[in-house]
């Protein structure tokens, strides 16, 4: 076996080159750009024509339920769905069950609010064209408590205004009055959500997850209890396309396109390499 | 303590509670609904009651590592320090106090958590990728048929999910091939195995809160039968 010229020693000692290689493939294509079109998902399609059919003046819940560890994934989409919602007049009303995210949320919101003004000449104020209402612990039962009514969940909103006196939630009494609930989650919350929310009071629901969590909900989006998925950063990039803006969702794309050519290269590589030792009657 | 405190009291509370739990769901009747409103607060103020044991525990456990100067004793430091720094900005808020909105700029602790908390969490997650890269160089093997199977999987969806595969495609005149493939193993194999986890999942939560609320499952009392 010495005659090879792979040992798998050799292969086992690379670490620090395959994180060369990581680190490259990753920096590379924000100094050079290569253009990739691509054709967004169904999935991601399914979400974007459920907003683009609703009326100006309507309620989309957008529920942030991710942290900052998940913002490379989440937060383009979290962006995408705010500049949507905009853009269709729609006022979206955003919360989260998760604490450590809250400021990063506010931040989301403060940021695209004035992007989406310059984008359409527009000025898009808090309480009216938008409502923050900040975080709640609860999940299932807060779930259930602001299907029964969402006004007595949230009593104020994140800036310390009541909710009943809030120009943006005037037709807003349940969950039921929200024309579609869109959760951005890092954790199992989008099954509370179908549970306790859609399945019970009947709204449509979507869903964000990271790309990891994503092959979880198939079996919802087949049942229609998940109108729409975006999955990891490539359902941010789909949202971003089939919104025709630019954002970290298609910048990331690049990126994202060559490390997973790096990673089935090495896979490959490395396969090939034992299957020569095999040949030549070697052990791996 | 007699047995009826211990024991017969607990299971008949968690039998009552649970039963009209189950119940409220199908009385469309005000004070249903009632109940759920209250069941809501009980378990917020319950998880009030979590954080404080939850603290606690945390405190326990740091105290105990720096006292005994334990592995690592250094970091359980940093709990301290970090946490204390970050409770004392929360709840001066810049001279406003808490739960108030700060007029203008950013604070201390939106400083804090935008300049060392965000990149902190960040950077954790995102050095998985060279992990990943590594572990799925080294171990990623077709040794056999079912390995073989998950690999030319993991390949084709690691390829199909990104934009470049449709570039590939196109050189070939079918730019929609690995998606399609992706597609195929996500709504085919990939949802049979979910939906069959998420039933067997569900069919064993449902057995153990029915173990719970007939009190045949008692661990949850202090591990006696």
Same mark, same amino acid.
């Given at each position: 076996?010495?005659?090879?010229?792979?040992?798998?020693?050799?292969?086992?000692?690379?670490?620090?080159?395959?994180?060369?290689?990581?680190?490259?493939a990753?920096?590379l294509p924000?100094?050079i750009y290569v253009e990739m079109p691509f054709t967004p998902s169904k999935e991601a399609k399914g979400?974007y024509?459920?907003?683009?059919?609703?009326?100006?003046?309507?309620?989309?819940?957008?529920?942030?339920?991710?942290?900052?560890?998940?913002?490379?994934?989440?937060?383009?989409?979290?962006?995408?769905?705010?500049?949507?919602?905009?853009?269709?007049?729609?006022?979206?009303?955003?919360?989260?069950?998760?604490?450590?995210?809250?400021?990063?949320?506010?931040?989301?919101?403060?940021?695209?609010?004035?992007?989406?003004?310059?984008?359409?000449?527009?000025?898009?104020?808090?309480?009216?064209?938008?409502?923050?209402?900040?975080?709640?612990?609860?999940?299932?039962?807060?779930?259930?408590?602001?299907?029964?009514?969402?006004?007595?969940?949230?009593?104020?909103?994140?800036?310390?205004?009541?909710?009943?006196?809030?120009?943006?939630?005037?037709?807003?009494?349940?969950?039921?009055?929200?024309?579609?609930?869109?959760?951005?989650?890092?954790?199992?919350?989008?099954?509370?959500?179908?549970?306790?929310?859609?399945?019970?009071?009947?709204?449509?629901?979507?869903?964000?997850?990271?790309?990891?969590?994503?092959?979880?909900?198939?079996?919802?989006?087949?049942?229609?209890?998940?109108?729409?998925?975006?999955g990891g950063l490539r359902g941010?990039a789909d949202y971003e396309v089939l919104?025709n803006?630019?954002?970290?969702g298609r910048?990331g794309m690049q990126a994202q396109s060559f490390t997973h050519l790096l990673l089935v290269g090495l896979i490959l590589f490395?396969n090939v390499?034992?299957?020569?030792?095999?040949?030549?009657?070697?052990?791996? | 303590?007699?047995?009826?405190?211990?024991?017969?009291?607990?299971?008949?509370?968690?039998?009552?509670?649970?039963?009209?739990?189950? %119940?409220?769901?199908?009385?469309?009747?005000?004070? %249903?609904?009632?109940?759920?409103?209250?069941?809501?607060?009980?378990?917020?103020?319950?998880?009030?009651?979590?954080?404080?044991?939850?603290?606690?525990?945390?405190?326990?456990?740091?105290?105990?590592?720096?006292?005994?100067?334990?592995?690592?004793?250094?970091?359980?430091?940093?709990?301290?320090?970090?946490?204390?720094?970050?409770?004392?900005?929360?709840?001066?808020?810049?001279?406003?106090?808490?739960?108030?909105?700060?007029?203008?700029?950013?604070?201390?602790?939106?400083?804090?958590?935008?300049?060392?908390?965000?990149?902190?969490?960040?950077?954790?997650?995102?050095?998985?990728?060279?992990?990943?890269?590594?572990?799925?160089?080294?171990?990623?093997?077709?040794?056999?048929?079912?390995?073989a199977m998950?690999l030319i999987a993991a390949v084709v969806v690691m390829f199909g999910r990104v934009p470049v595969s449709e570039t590939v495609g196109r050189w070939f005149g079918t730019p929609d091939v690995f998606t399609n493939a992706t597609d195929f193993l996500m709504n085919g194999p990939n949802?049979? %195995?979910?939906?069959?986890?998420?039933?067997?999942?569900?069919?064993?939560?449902?057995?153990?809160?029915?173990?719970?609320?007939?009190?045949?499952?008692?661990?949850?009392?202090?591990?006696?039968?």
């Amino acid at each position: 076996m010495s005659s090879l010229p792979l040992q798998p020693r050799r292969i086992d000692l690379s670490r620090w080159v395959i994180y060369g290689l990581v680190c490259l493939a990753v920096l590379l294509p924000y100094v050079i750009y290569v253009e990739m079109p691509f054709t967004p998902s169904k999935e991601a399609k399914g979400l974007y024509d459920q907003l683009e059919a609703l009326k100006k003046g309507d309620h989309v819940l957008l529920a942030f339920d991710f942290d900052p560890a998940s913002q490379a994934e989440l937060r383009p989409m979290g962006r995408a769905l705010l500049l949507h919602c905009f853009r269709k007049g729609v006022i979206p009303v955003v919360m989260t069950f998760w604490p450590n995210g809250l400021n990063m949320d506010k931040e989301i919101i403060e940021k695209t609010a004035p992007e989406a003004g310059k984008m359409w000449s527009r000025e898009f104020k808090n309480g009216r064209d938008y409502v923050f209402l900040g975080f709640r612990p609860g999940d299932t039962s807060f779930i259930l408590l602001m299907g029964e009514n969402l006004k007595t969940a949230f009593d104020k909103d994140y800036y310390q205004n009541p909710t009943q006196k809030l120009p943006g939630l005037t037709d807003v009494n349940t969950l039921k009055d929200m024309k579609l609930v869109v959760d951005l989650a890092a954790g199992a919350t989008v099954q509370a959500w179908i549970a306790w929310g859609s399945d019970r009071f009947g709204f449509p629901l979507g869903a964000g997850t990271t790309a990891v969590s994503a092959p979880d909900m198939y079996p919802f989006l087949q049942s229609r209890q998940v109108v729409g998925l975006l999955g990891g950063l490539r359902g941010a990039a789909d949202y971003e396309v089939l919104l025709n803006v630019n954002g970290d969702g298609r910048l990331g794309m690049q990126a994202q396109s060559f490390t997973h050519l790096l990673l089935v290269g090495l896979i490959l590589f490395a396969n090939v390499v034992v299957f020569i030792r095999w040949i030549r009657g070697g052990k791996d | 303590m007699s047995f009826f405190k211990r024991l017969t009291l607990p299971l008949l509370i968690v039998f009552g509670i649970g039963l009209l739990g189950f %119940a409220q769901e199908f009385v469309p009747h005000p004070i %249903a609904h009632d109940f759920t409103e209250a069941m809501t607060t009980c378990f917020k103020i319950m998880g009030g009651f979590a954080m404080i044991l939850g603290i606690y525990s945390l405190t326990h456990l740091h105290v105990t590592r720096i006292r005994q100067q334990g592995p690592g004793w250094g970091y359980s430091m940093f709990v301290f320090l970090g946490a204390g720094v970050m409770i004392v900005l929360g709840v001066w808020n810049d001279g406003v106090g808490p739960l108030r909105e700060v007029s203008e700029g950013k604070t201390y602790f939106d400083w804090g958590y935008d300049y060392i908390y965000v990149p902190c969490q960040a950077t954790i997650f995102s050095i998985l990728a060279f992990f990943m890269a590594s572990a799925a160089f080294r171990t990623f093997r077709a040794r056999n048929v079912a390995a073989a199977m998950l690999l030319i999987a993991a390949v084709v969806v690691m390829f199909g999910r990104v934009p470049v595969s449709e570039t590939v495609g196109r050189w070939f005149g079918t730019p929609d091939v690995f998606t399609n493939a992706t597609d195929f193993l996500m709504n085919g194999p990939n949802l049979a %195995a979910k939906r069959g986890i998420i039933l067997g999942v569900s069919l064993g939560g449902l057995a153990q809160s029915l173990r719970i609320l007939l009190g045949i499952e008692r661990s949850y009392l202090g591990g006696q039968d």
